[in-house]
């Protein structure tokens, strides 16, 4: 079964702290792997997207690394800030004719000053 | 413009109402998407457009139906629906829809059936 799992299911760290979110995946055949974050009530925006060839990729404070061998990815958040308080979500995309996304059901990461 | 914009922001309704979410682009993408997304869940895709055509439809109920008037615009008719179809709807586009093209998605409508 094509599936995506994410843990925590929810992080709380004081502001200025760093902190490390996991992403398994059963998705086969792989095409690509992207982080999004999201605002409660609002549309997902990308950070990140990976494909098979790539290990890690950054944007900003974001670091997304993939290990395409063991199905694992993780993000990495430096130096969090309040406005980092949102739900992560890893999306792995299947190549199977038509591009499907499956998605996992997400980190909910708060950041307390 | 990298927006994806959506109307309205909220939409209360009645089961035996019929209304309409409208989904806008004008980054020249050519596939264009519908997602229900229930609280604290990943969001479910719905519809997949390309090029003005219905590429996939996830054996979604008939009260829901995808209209794609134009390259830019998507719409969602919706028409008897239950109150378990309370859900934020979320419209995405990409430049098509292989990858590895980016789905930039809208702020979504925040849909109450009432």
């Known amino acids: 079964k094509n599936q995506v799992e994410q843990s925590p299911q929810s992080l709380i760290i004081l502001e200025g702290k760093n902190c490390t979110l996991q992403?398994?995946?059963?998705?086969?055949?792989?095409?690509?792997l992207r982080w999004y974050k999201q605002d409660t009530g609002r549309g997902p925006v990308s950070l990140t997207i990976?494909?098979?060839?790539?290990n890690t990729k950054s944007n900003g404070r974001y670091t997304a690394t993939l290990d395409a061998d063991t199905k694992q990815s993780s993000l990495h958040i430096t130096a969090s800030q309040l406005s980092d308080s949102a739900s992560y979500i890893c999306?792995?995309?299947?190549?199977?004719?038509?591009?499907?996304?499956?998605f996992g059901t997400g980190t909910r990461l708060t950041i307390i000053p | 413009d990298t927006e994806v914009t959506q109307t309205p922001k909220h939409l209360v309704m009645g089961m035996t109402n019929k209304k309409s979410l409208k989904c806008e682009q004008h980054?020249?993408?050519?596939?264009m998407y519908w997602y229900k997304q229930k609280a604290k869940k990943p969001p479910e895709l719905m519809f997949v457009?390309?090029?003005?055509?219905?590429?996939i439809n996830e054996s979604v109920p008939s009260r829901f139906s995808p209209e794609c008037p134009n390259s830019s615009l998507l719409n969602l008719h919706l028409h008897a629906l239950q109150p378990e179809d309370s859900a934020l709807y979320l419209c995405?586009?990409?430049?098509?829809?292989?990858?590895?093209?980016?789905?930039?998605f809208g702020p979504g409508t925040r849909l109450t059936v009432t």
């Open positions: 995405a586009s990409s430049q098509g829809e292989a990858l590895p093209y980016e789905q930039y």
């Open positions: 457009y390309s090029y003005e055509k219905l590429s």
């Open positions: 999306v792995v995309t299947r190549n199977f004719g038509n591009e499907k996304l499956t």
């Open positions: 980054m020249g993408h050519r596939a």
């Open positions: 990976m494909t098979f060839s790539e």
């Open positions: 992403c398994n995946y059963t998705v086969s055949p792989f095409s690509n």
